[in-house]
C-alpha cells in the first residue's frame, strides 16, 4: 500500500494506471482491470516506452524520498474531484457556496475588508461580466476577478522557481452561476506547495501562510463575515 501512495504521489493518475499494469505483470489478471490493460496494449511502442521510463524514475525518486511529505494527498484530491465531476479545472481549484441573501456587492466588501486586516494587498479588480455586456450588447450574469498579492512572498516564490510566476498573483473569482447562486473560486494551491521537491523551510511557511489567507478571504466572504 505504501508502495502504491508513494507512485501516486509523484505522478497522480498517470502513476495509477502504471502500477496497474505493472501488478498485472505479477499477478492473475483481474477482469476489474481489464480494460486499463487492454488501454496499455493499443498503446504505441514509444508511449508504452515512456511508461517504462516514468516507473524508473518513480523507483528513483521513492529510493530518495524525493517528494513533498504532503504530495499524497494532494495528487489524491486533485484525482477524486477529477472522477467525481469528469472536470479538469474542477480538479484544481477551492470554491465556496456564498450563503442565500447576500449580493455580490456584500460579498465584494467582506472579501476587500479580510484581504485589508490580513494585510495582503489587493492590486487589480477584473469586472468581466462588464466587458462581457459592452462586447455582445447583451445582460451577463455577474463574473469579477479579484487579485491579491504579497510582494515580498511573490518575489521569494519566483526566486524559488521562475515557474512560481504562473501563479501570480493570487486570484479569486466572484461568480453568478446559471441558475443565479453566487461561488467563490480560487486556483487550488496545495500542488504549487506540495506537488514537488519540498520547498525550501522559510518559503514554504510563508506559502502556506498565504493559502490561509486565501482561503479565509473565500470563506468569511461566502459567509458575510467582517
Known amino acids: 500500500m505504501n508502495f502504491i ?7 497522480g493518475l498517470a502513476a495509477i494506471v502504471v502500477v496497474v499494469f505493472g ?16 488501454a496499455y496494449k493499443g498503446l504505441s ?26 504530495a499524497f494527498e494532494a495528487y489524491l484530491s486533485s484525482m477524486e474531484k477529477l472522477f ?3 472536470n479538469g479545472a474542477e480538479a484544481s481549484i477551492w470554491k465556496a457556496k456564498v450563503e442565500e441573501g447576500l449580493s455580490a456587492e456584500e460579498v465584494e466588501e467582506t472579501m476587500r475588508f479580510v484581504a485589508n486586516e490580513h494585510n495582503i494587498k489587493n492590486v487589480g479588480e477584473l469586472p468581466l461580466y462588464q466587458e462581457v455586456e459592452k462586447l455582445s450588447g447583451q445582460p451577463f450574469r455577474f463574473l469579477k476577478i479579484y487579485m491579491f498579492c504579497n510582494a515580498m512572498t511573490a518575489a521569494k516564490m519566483v526566486d524559488h522557481s521562475d515557474s512560481y510566476s504562473a501563479f501570480l498573483p493570487c486570484r479569486v473569482a466572484l461568480v ?27 518559503l514554504y511557511e510563508e506559502a502556506v501562510q498565504v493559502k490561509t489567507i486565501i482561503q479565509d478571504i473565500m470563506q468569511r466572504g461566502a459567509a458575510g463575515d467582517f
Open 5 to 11: 501512495k508513494n507512485i501516486l504521489a509523484l505522478v
Open 23 to 38: 501488478v498485472m505483470k505479477l499477478e492473475p489478471i483481474s477482469q476489474e482491470y481489464q480494460p486499463m490493460i487492454n
Open 45 to 70: 511502442e514509444e508511449d508504452q516506452s515512456r511508461i517504462h521510463g516514468l516507473m524508473s524514475e518513480m523507483n528513483k525518486a521513492i529510493e530518495t524520498s524525493r517528494f513533498d511529505s504532503g
Open 84 to 86: 467525481e465531476t469528469g
Open 176 to 202: 453568478e452561476d446559471k441558475e443565479g447562486q453566487l461561488w467563490i473560486y480560487s486556483l487550488n494551491m496545495d500542488m504549487m506547495i506540495h506537488g514537488g521537491e519540498p520547498l525550501p523551510k522559510d
